[in-house]
């Protein structure tokens, strides 16, 4: 009788642990005050690394679209740490839309600051673009890297960087931008702004009347690639006219399905779960990878670098245009 009574305790306290167990297993990541997270059974997933890490390469991440501080894009930042143990890229190209709602001290700290905090600590820097949610003023940001400016030039290695400011493509940035590019004997010339010249996006699709006047200027002076946001999901776009064009917008927001289905511009897309690139010129290479929020990765690949082909324009500064106009849609969503 005693044995019974005791194999019956005995059977409860495991069960009642196993239940307890479970139950703290499935809590969420806590936040600790120092700004660190503790990783989730999801975003601890192993680093599947397919870059090459060459010697002398230029690294970088490319996110967009990330102003909301939600446990979701605190998630998908914890994997972006994770990949930099494997993948030690220098600094973050941001897409735009560096900011939803607010913009308050408090803001800044809450969506960008405790989000990035270990990557910020580790001197890695975040190149910001403005995107049409987000104010001027975030040019003066020190942790934009700006420098007050709303388009600028930056160069790594044998890469040099344009931020646009893609709300308002005005003469005096168009202007800047070809003679900018007319003198720069980089190998590689990569833009990044906030809407895309080309989408397959339901909620916004490509941005024509932005193409129209940024394209001529990227086809003359050999701009090789080009990275947006403003759609909140990743897309690799087919080749146009021999330029390479990304979407990666899904860093704190994600409009799941929106890509087109059997849209003609697709190479690749991911609209299901929010997502980064990691990106490593290396010589005449651009690899690239992009990682989802559980960890999975949902594209990866190398494109060469293009021979340069100058292309004379029809005239030496097209109309300036308002992005995000095309097609009945207003700039914000």
Do not use: C
Request: hydrophobic residues 35%.
């Amino acid at each position: 009788m005693k044995r019974t009574a005791t194999s019956i305790l005995i059977l409860a306290a495991l069960v009642f642990g196993g239940l307890v167990g479970n139950a703290l297993a499935q809590k969420p990541a806590p936040t600790q005050a120092t700004g660190e997270r503790v990783a989730t059974a999801a975003t601890a997933a192993p680093v599947n690394l397919t870059l090459p890490l060459k010697t002398d390469s230029v690294r970088f991440l490319a996110i967009g679209d990330t102003g909301t501080g939600t446990e979701q894009q605190k998630e998908l930042a914890d994997v972006m740490l994770r990949y930099r143990q494997a993948f030690p890229y220098e600094f973050v190209l941001m897409m735009g839309d560096n900011m939803y709602g607010g913009e308050k001290p408090a803001d800044f700290k809450l969506k960008f600051e405790n989000v990035y905090k270990q990557l910020l600590d580790d001197k890695v820097k975040f190149y910001a673009t403005l995107g049409n949610h987000d104010e001027s003023n975030q040019r003066f940001y020190k942790d934009f890297n700006m420098n007050g400016e709303e388009f600028y030039r930056f160069a790594k290695g044998n890469t040099a960087f344009y931020s646009l400011n893609s709300n308002y493509m005005d003469k005096r940035q168009l202007k800047w931008l070809e003679e900018e590019l007319a003198k720069d004997a980089s190998d590689w010339k990569i833009i990044f702004m906030h809407h895309p010249p080309y989408s397959s996006g339901g909620k916004h699709g490509s941005s024509s009347a932005l193409r129209e006047v940024v394209e001529p200027i990227f086809l003359k002076y050999g701009v090789n690639a080009v990275f947006a946001g403003h759609e909140h999901f990743y897309e690799r776009v087919k080749p146009q006219k021999g330029i390479y064009y990304f979407i990666s917008g899904a860093g704190g927001k994600l409009r799941p399905g929106d890509v087109k289905k059997g849209s003609p511009l697709t190479e690749k897309a991911f609209d299901t779960d929010m997502s980064f690139m990691l990106v490593e010129v290396a010589g005449d290479e651009l690899h690239f990878q992009v990682i989802s929020r559980t960890g999975q990765t949902v594209d990866s690949g190398v494109l060469t670098r293009q021979q340069p082909k100058a292309k004379p324009l029809n005239a030496s500064h097209p109309s300036a245009a308002p992005a995000g106009q095309e097609q009945g849609n207003a700039a914000k969503p």
